[in-house]
C-alpha cells in the first residue's frame, strides 16, 4: 500500500533550511509540494511509487538544485527538455528501473541536448530501463537530427547514436552498428538494438494477451 507524498513530506520540519532530503523506501506517491524547500541541492527518492516528475515545478530555487535520484520509481513518461531547461545546474540523474518513456524530445536546445549526451556517456544521466522506450525514443530523435543535418546538433546526435550502438565516435566512418554489437549505457549491457525492439514488442504482446 503506497503513502501519500503530500502528507508524508508536510510533516517534514525546518524544510527552509534542508539541502538533502532523503525520502527514499517509504512507498510514497501521487505529488508534493516543494516551495517551503528554499535551500534544497539534492532530493533522494529511491524507491518509491511516484509516476511523473511534474511536481518538481513547485520547487522554489530551481537553479540550486544539482542532484536528482528516482531510481526504482513508476515514473512512465520523462521530459528532459523541460528538466534540463528548468533545473540548469543539474549535475545527477537517476531514473533507471522505471518504465520510461521519452516525451518532448524536440524541444531541447542544442546547450542541453549536448549536456544529455554527454551526461549519459559520463554515467552521470541515467535513464536506461528494460521496462520502457527511451532508449528508442532517443535512438529515434538522434536518427532524425541527423537526417536533417542540423549543423548545430548533428555532431552529438551522431554521437549519442555511437553511444547507443556501442561504437566510439571516431569509429563511425569505419564500421556501421551490426545486430550483435553489445553496449552500454549507464552502466546497463544491451546486446543489440534489435533486441531492444524485439523485447518490447514481446513484452507489449505479454500484456495484450494478460488483458485478455
Same mark, same amino acid.
Given at each position: 500500500?503506497?503513502?501519500?507524498?503530500?502528507?508524508?513530506?508536510? &510533516?517534514?520540519?525546518?524544510?527552509?533550511?534542508?539541502?538533502?532530503?532523503?525520502?527514499?523506501?517509504?512507498?510514497?506517491?501521487?505529488?508534493?509540494?516543494?516551495?517551503?524547500?528554499?535551500?534544497?541541492?539534492?532530493?533522494?527518492?529511491?524507491?518509491?511509487?511516484?509516476?511523473? %516528475?511534474?511536481?518538481?515545478? *513547485?520547487?522554489?530555487?530551481?537553479?540550486?538544485?544539482?542532484?536528482?535520484?528516482?531510481?526504482?520509481?513508476?515514473?512512465?513518461?520523462?521530459?528532459?527538455?523541460?528538466? %534540463?531547461?528548468?533545473?540548469?545546474?543539474?549535475?545527477?540523474?537517476?531514473?533507471?528501473?522505471?518504465?520510461?518513456?521519452?516525451?518532448?524530445?524536440?524541444?531541447? *536546445?542544442?546547450?542541453?541536448?549536448?549536456?544529455?549526451?554527454?551526461?549519459?556517456?559520463?554515467?552521470?544521466?541515467?535513464?536506461?530501463?528494460?521496462?520502457?522506450?527511451?532508449?528508442?525514443? %532517443?535512438?529515434?530523435?538522434?536518427?532524425?537530427?541527423?537526417?536533417?543535418?542540423?549543423?548545430?546538433? *548533428?555532431?552529438?546526435?551522431?554521437?549519442?547514436?555511437?553511444?547507443?550502438?556501442?561504437?566510439?565516435?571516431?569509429?563511425?566512418?569505419?564500421?556501421?552498428?551490426?545486430?550483435?554489437?553489445?553496449?552500454?549505457?549507464?552502466? &546497463?549491457?544491451?546486446?543489440?538494438?534489435?533486441?531492444?525492439?524485439?523485447?518490447?514488442?514481446?513484452?507489449?504482446?505479454?500484456?495484450?494477451?494478460?488483458?485478455?
Amino acid at each position: 500500500m503506497s503513502n501519500n507524498a503530500h502528507e508524508q513530506i508536510n &510533516l517534514i520540519t525546518n524544510k527552509g533550511k534542508i539541502k538533502y532530503l532523503d525520502i527514499s523506501n517509504r512507498d510514497l506517491s501521487g505529488s508534493a509540494d516543494l516551495k517551503e524547500f528554499t535551500a534544497l541541492t539534492n532530493l533522494n527518492s529511491y524507491n518509491n511509487k511516484f509516476e511523473n %516528475l511534474n511536481w518538481l515545478s *513547485t520547487l522554489p530555487n530551481k537553479d540550486q538544485l544539482k542532484k536528482l535520484n528516482f531510481f526504482g520509481n513508476q515514473i512512465k513518461e520523462i521530459d528532459l527538455a523541460w528538466l %534540463l531547461e528548468n533545473f540548469p545546474n543539474l549535475e545527477y540523474l537517476n531514473c533507471e528501473n522505471n518504465p520510461l518513456s521519452a516525451k518532448n524530445l524536440e524541444n531541447l *536546445t542544442s546547450v542541453n541536448f549536448g549536456k544529455l549526451v554527454q551526461g549519459i556517456k559520463d554515467k552521470k544521466i541515467k535513464i536506461n530501463s528494460w521496462k520502457g522506450t527511451i532508449l528508442m525514443d %532517443l535512438l529515434e530523435y538522434a536518427q532524425k537530427l541527423v537526417a536533417k543535418g542540423d549543423n548545430n546538433q *548533428t555532431q552529438n546526435a551522431q554521437y549519442l547514436q555511437a553511444l547507443i550502438s556501442g561504437n566510439s565516435p571516431t569509429k563511425l566512418d569505419e564500421k556501421q552498428p551490426g545486430n550483435n554489437t553489445p553496449l552500454l549505457i549507464g552502466g &546497463l549491457v544491451i546486446f543489440s538494438v534489435s533486441a531492444l525492439v524485439i523485447g518490447y514488442w514481446w513484452g507489449k504482446k505479454r500484456s495484450e494477451v494478460k488483458e485478455e
